[in-house]
């Protein structure tokens, strides 16, 4: 299945969004920084970034762009993911996000 958010695609074929609780996201800011995250409503965090309502890191910078998700049927795996994703260097953050558009 597809998700398109603000033009983009952010689901990549065969994923079940339906039975799938949380997310796993990166998003990249106005000033080019990339900010990792977890929800289960990804569209309406997306939304609360953009609005100044979502993460400290992430209100002045807007407005943001999805660059990156992934589904998880359980808030601890998309924690953990979102802790290993964070522990990532730029580049590898940059790698991943283009590889997954190199996907869809």
């Not at 998700?3 to 695609?9: D, E, F, N, Y």
């Not at 993460?55 to 999805?66: D, H, S």
């Amino acid at each position: 299945m597809f998700i398109t958010l603000a033009g983009r695609t952010i689901l990549k074929q065969g994923s079940d969004v339906m039975g799938s609780k949380y997310f796993t996201y990166m998003i990249k800011c106005r000033d080019g920084r990339l900010y990792t995250g977890y929800t289960n409503d990804l569209e309406g965090r997306i939304r609360k970034h953009n609005s100044g309502r979502g993460a400290k890191f992430t209100r002045g910078r807007g407005p943001v762009e999805l660059v990156y998700s992934e589904d998880f049927p359980s808030k601890e795996e998309a924690m953990a993911r979102e802790a290993q994703i964070k522990r990532l260097t730029r580049p590898e953050k940059l790698r991943m996000i283009v590889v997954t558009e190199h996907d869809k």
